[in-house]
């Protein structure tokens, strides 16, 4: 085709190529901007006055502001613009949409000498709207500004109009006032329904991928209201940016002011501080690799290497061998990278280099175009999907194919888990390093929790616990085998974020059948050396908060502890789990069903709520008590832990195999993407291993049995059935019939706390009176009491009775929950899902003990079923919504269908002792 032109119409269009080529690497080469941009929005009600001139000229220089938009100016006329400008010419120039009619007007200002180059402003005539391009840090901008109306169908025209302006392939900000709110959290005050314009915005935002700067970057979930008038507040003023530049957004605040009541919206694009540099100690093995051939067939030759020379023992060459396969991963994973974007300019070229031809003849090259542009769009949707895991959600896509959204969900869940402010030593500090030692203080403290010798524990709670036949017991002294390793490996769950060396459960699934017995042979020698692999020994811990409350995270406390252990330390782990759980209900009560087959929190709170019943159908009395331990997991005493399975007669393979899980370890805590330095691990229960929810349980079970067989506390009798204690993981719930054995009660858990570390804290600690008590106070034994059942393992019980109104209540929230989710270009497939995932999981748990009318039933499908559909109106008959996929419908649950499944699974299965006989006495 080039030959068609002749020899100099190919070298002049060869040489426009290279210019376009040249271009397209250094664009690509300089995605990230080179220099900050500092932008701002505020209503300034009034720009008239000298004094008003002179507080804005002063608030845009000491917030440093670059580029700031300005509604309701009251600029009406040139002189007044004129004399407006003067106050700002030194530092800015100004552009105009002056004042008319019900409009006030607006005004963008640009800082001078920074390297912005104005090329093209449009301004309205109205007032409503200034829209201006300029070039700034080698980039193409076009920053829009809007003073949206009071009314409806004025803010509709004027959002059909500011479309006209996003179709560009800029740098694009928009922001200003908008008179209006796209999120139902944004006001104070609830309207019935969304007007036009709000879904007009929405609908804009979606299609050119612009995100809210103010949510992106909110610490606590929701940004600060902008405008407060009178009982109504709102975030009126925004800041809306592209995916591509929301990325570089590094700060967000809202400044309140004392001459306007609207506040001064500021954001940071861009930074001039140079990132830091990746952190080796917290890579992470990429799967992709494993269909790499040329890294899987290194690893299939070290292992071979392994089995054969074995020179320096089974640990220390399984411990090479991790450190070698880390090393070729990074140096395979970096070789394809770098394919990776050769090949992407590549592309980049060649559909720049079609563009031009195809200019010179049009619709010559339409099918190469698209050719070159699907492969493009792969790469893409490649790094959207690497984004969706690394910011967690893959739960939110449900399976679509992500867009440039999953970006700045990457960025939402990274600013979210980022630790700025922290209050250490009496004071609130956001310096990186006192953020660290702040952490590193308070879990060394902790994790060095002891028990206290002098109360003699053993011989006082430990002898109730019940101990193991010798025939069980030679059973669980079997060594462990290969097969049991080879199970365990079959049974990890992909998708998990490893432990210190990297390397996830997809490997060793991958590796299976080589790495199996070289694994059983480290375990081996571990029992032998009676110490397992450094590696083992070692784990990080993430932070995880626990509200989203800004004031509450400044504490340390307030994040919770998970451990990240290696996975062949999970492997081993595993396999005592495995043994350990079919012992475990000879060892541990009905009264606790965390984590034990065939026991489930349903039962809890089946029993709780039933006691309420019987006392009410009696006339009789209850008081409940729910004690709040205080880090239960991680004040887990060693010594006395090691004490419980030493009594419970495990045996010496379980006994030394959990002894060496818990001995000699250490953490290192990931704050703020940095790693602390190393802490000694004297106490605590891993929260993340396979053995935490078992071992907590042996270890809380002399507490419990303590108050079960104490007779002074006398519980909830049915007949023949007692109900003292309930318990799952560390909620412990205690049912008492009188003060004496509520005092009872109390005693017995301090002296449990004295003798063996734990911690009880008082004042979360609650209880309620229930049935015909003389007197209801609200103070008792240190405890606060209330006189109506409180919430219990996440229901509520105060509505035991009167269901109605829990449903009632619920209903609204569900449906703002709902409007939020509508700017997400989702199927009708993937909103079915997420009403299965996000709203129906959540009302299913409560369904299960508080039923629901038909009324209620119908109001959620209505509202499932007004967001599958985007409209008010069913496309096609209800019902299908409910069928399987496979039968032509979309699989949502029916909550009424099963909740009647519910109840008949909980009438013909039931087990429990106590539910059994209410069943047959009601």
Known sequence: ELQQHGETSYTSLRS????????????????????????????????????????????????????????????????????????????????????????????????????????????????????????????????????????????????????????????????????????SEDRTRSVPARDKSERLLTSLLDEYYLEDLGYLLSKAGQPTFTHYQRGSCARLDRIYATVSLAKECVNFEVKHVSFSDHSLVTA????????????????????????????????????????????????AEWESFKNAVKMTAIERGSIIYQKEKIKEKELQCQLNFLMCMESANPGLYTKEIREVKNKLELIATEKYKAAVIRARAEKIWMGETPNKRALCDEIRYSVKNEIRQIHHRSEVTSEKSKIEDAFVEYYSELLTNKMNHGSGPKAEIITSMPKLKDEIKTRLELPISVNEVGRAIKELAVGKTPGPDGLGAAFYKMFIEEITPILHEVISEAYENKALPPSFRSAHIVLIPKTDNPEKLLSVGAYRPITLTNVDYKIYTKVLAKRLQSVVTLLVGPHQTCGIKGRSICTNVHVARSVLECCDAVAGRVAMLQLDLAKAFDRVAHEFLFSVL??????????????????????????????????????????????????????????????????????????????????????????????????????????????????????????????????????????????????YLGVPLEYYNQTGDYWDDLTPKLKEKVGGWQGRELSMFARASACNVFLIAKVWYVLQFLSMSRVNVQKLHRIFAVFIWGSNWDRVSRTNLFRSVKDGGLGLSHLFVRQIVSRFVFLRDQQDPFLRTVMQVR
């Open 646 to 791: 030493e009594h419970v007669n495990l045996g010496k393979v379980m006994l030394e195999g959990l002894k060496m899980a818990y001995s000699n370890c250490t953490v290192r805590i990931i704050v703020n993407k940095n790693l602390t330095r190393s802490i000694d691990v004297r106490s605590s229960i891993k929260q993340g291993c396979a053995l935490s929810s078992l071992l907590f349980a042996l270890y809380l079970e002399p507490f419990c049995l303590s108050l079960i067989n104490n007779s002074k506390i006398n519980g909830f009798v049915l007949q023949t059935q007692h109900v003292k204690v309930l318990a799952y993981a560390d909620d412990v719930g205690v049912f008492c019939t009188d003060r004496k054995s509520i005092e009872e009660a109390v005693s017995v858990t301090k002296a449990f706390c004295e003798q063996t570390g734990c911690a009880i804290n008082w004042e979360k600690s609650v209880g309620f009176w229930h049935g015909t008590w003389d007197v209801k106070p609200q103070t008792f034994a240190s405890i606060n009491w209330a006189s109506t059942p409180s919430t």
């Open 16 to 183: 426009e190529v290279n210019a376009v080529r040249s271009e397209s690497f250094s664009q690509t080469k300089n995605e990230k901007l080179a220099a900050s941009l500092r932008i701002a929005t505020l209503n300034v009600r009034g720009l008239a006055a000298k004094k008003r001139q002179s507080q804005i000229n002063r608030l845009f220089l000491e917030n440093n502001l670059d580029v700031a938009a300005v509604q309701e100016t009251k600029i009406e006329s040139e002189e007044h613009t004129d004399r407006m400008v003067e106050t700002f010419r030194r530092h800015y120039n100004v552009c105009v949409s002056h004042a008319k009619g019900t409009s006030g007007g607006c005004a963008i200002y640009i800082r001078n000498n920074v390297g912005i180059e104005s090329e093209k402003v449009v301004a309205s005539e109205e007032g409503r709207l200034i829209v201006l391009d300029f070039l700034y840090s080698g980039k193409e901008w076009r920053v829009i500004c809007i003073y949206a109306p009071n009314t409806d169908n004025e803010r509709v025209v004027l959002f059909e109009r500011v479309e006209e302006f996003l179709k560009c392939e800029k740098c694009l900000i928009m922001l200003g006032d908008f008179n209006c709110v796209c999120l």
């Open 268 to 315: 940071t694009l861009g930074t001039n501080i140079k990132k830091s540099r990746f952190n080796w100690e917290l890579w992470k093995f990429n799967v992709k690799l494993l269909e790499d051939e040329t890294f899987t067939q290194s690893v299939k030759e070290r292992i071979e290497e392994i089995a054969s020379t074995k020179t320096n023992g089974w640990i």
